[in-house]
Nanobody
Framework: QVQLVESGGGLVQAGGSLGLSCAAS????????MAWYRQAPGKQRDLVAT???????NYADSVKGRFTISRDIAKNTVYLRMNSLKPEDTAVYYC???????????????WGQGTQVTVSS
């Protein structure tokens, strides 16, 4: 089994900052891409940011220049630093890890449980 444990959500005023973290544990042998998604009420789950094994990053246009994704390979952890938050950033944030378990010959996606981020105006 692979577990992803997220932390760091909460309530913040517009213009403020929050940091999220997501740690992968269990029987995962190799991690490829790590990513953050978000889902607002009544909307689909959207990609926020990705980071590859070599550290290459990609961001949704709506968060470019405000959010920063990073990872600690040794800790199997991905982070999302969110600055200059806006009310429209309010959503449940999910981490996703693409990787391979021990004794498996394929890569799979694993999801965190989600953490609520609420930005008040």
């Amino acid at each position: 089994q692979v577990q992803l444990v997220e932390s760091g959500g909460g309530l913040v005023q517009a213009g403020g900052s929050l940091g999220l973290s997501c740690a992968a544990s269990g029987s995962i042998r190799r991690i490829n891409t790590m990513a953050w998604y978000r889902q607002a009420p009544g909307k689909q789950r959207d990609l926020v940011a990705t980071i590859t094994g070599d550290g290459s990053t990609n961001y949704a246009d709506s968060v470019k220049g405000r959010f920063t994704i990073s990872r600690d390979i040794a800790k199997n952890t991905v982070y999302l630093r969110m600055n200059s938050l806006k009310p429209e950033d309010t959503a449940v944030y999910y981490c996703k890890v693409n990787g391979r378990r021990y004794f498996s010959n394929r890569d799979d996606d694993y999801w965190g449980q989600g953490t609520q981020v609420t930005v008040s105006s």
